[in-house]
């Protein structure tokens, strides 16, 4: 079966400073791709990255960084110097291929809320 | 850039009333999707819909849930009695391919009273 851990249910930080969210993840798929989406207190879901299972090269996009490692199965997400424009829901999300077919479901973790304080 | 369009934003719907949440998806994308987020929860699949027929669908997508393209553009869910429980922020997406382009809408929150 299919699963996404994010431990943290919460997050509190004050502005410039680095924060971690954990994401772990379950399949017996070796082909499966991992998301990271924001949730604003406006309620959409903001894409962030995309990353596949065999590409475990780190990514920084500005103040994003994502570390990937299979041999953790986790895919955490680092927030550098955050901002208070950062306050939302982290999501990070799993799809897998069993190799016949794919349908597409993602598969959500519980989130993780992240509060910034000034 | 290309969007997913969900209509309305916000509903109200009286309990027992049937309720038709619309989206248009991308126009080239092949695959299409609702998934439910109820209230300070995760967001959880409904269903997949490729080829004018539904791949796959949770077990929340009851008899009471359905899903239509009815004239190629528009992606509709249909709940027929509405309970409480509905209640929730229903969000349609679609793809291309599989999970490239995977795009969410922006969402419909529901409320049944």
């Known amino acids: 079966a299919q699963k996404v851990t994010q431990a943290q249910t919460e997050i509190s930080v004050v502005e410039k400073e680095d924060v971690t969210l954990d994401c772990v993840y379950e399949t017996r798929d070796t082909t499966y791709y991992l998301f990271w989406y924001k949730q604003p207190p406006s309620g959409e879901l903001v894409f962030l990255i995309r990353r596949n299972s065999f590409d475990e090269q780190n990514e920084i996009s500005g103040r994003y960084s994502w570390n990937f490692q299979k041999s953790t199965s986790s895919f955490n997400f680092t927030i550098t110097a955050s901002q208070v424009v950062d306050s939302a829901v982290y999501f990070c999300?799993?799809?897998?291929?069993?190799?016949?077919?794919?349908?597409?479901?993602?598969?959500f973790g519980q989130g993780t809320t992240l509060q910034v304080k000034p | 850039e290309p969007e997913v369009t969900q209509t309305p934003s916000h509903q109200v719907t009286q309990m027992g009333q049937e309720v038709i949440l619309r989206c248009v998806p991308i126009s080239n994308h092949l695959y299409f999707y609702w998934y439910r987020q109820i209230l300070g929860q995760k967001v959880e699949f409904l269903v997949s819909?490729?080829?004018?027929?539904?791949?796959?669908k949770s077990e929340i997508f009851d008899d009471q849930f359905s899903v239509e393209r009815p004239d190629g553009s528009n992606f509709t869910l249909k709940i027929r009695s509405t309970k409480l429980e509905d209640s929730a922020m229903y969000f349609c997406a679609s793809s291309e391919v599989g999970i490239y382009g995977y795009t969410f809408g922006s969402g419909t929150r529901l409320t049944v009273v």
């Open positions: 999300a799993l799809i897998t291929f069993d190799g016949s077919s794919n349908t597409g479901k993602l598969i």
């Open positions: 819909f490729y080829n004018n027929e539904i791949s796959e």
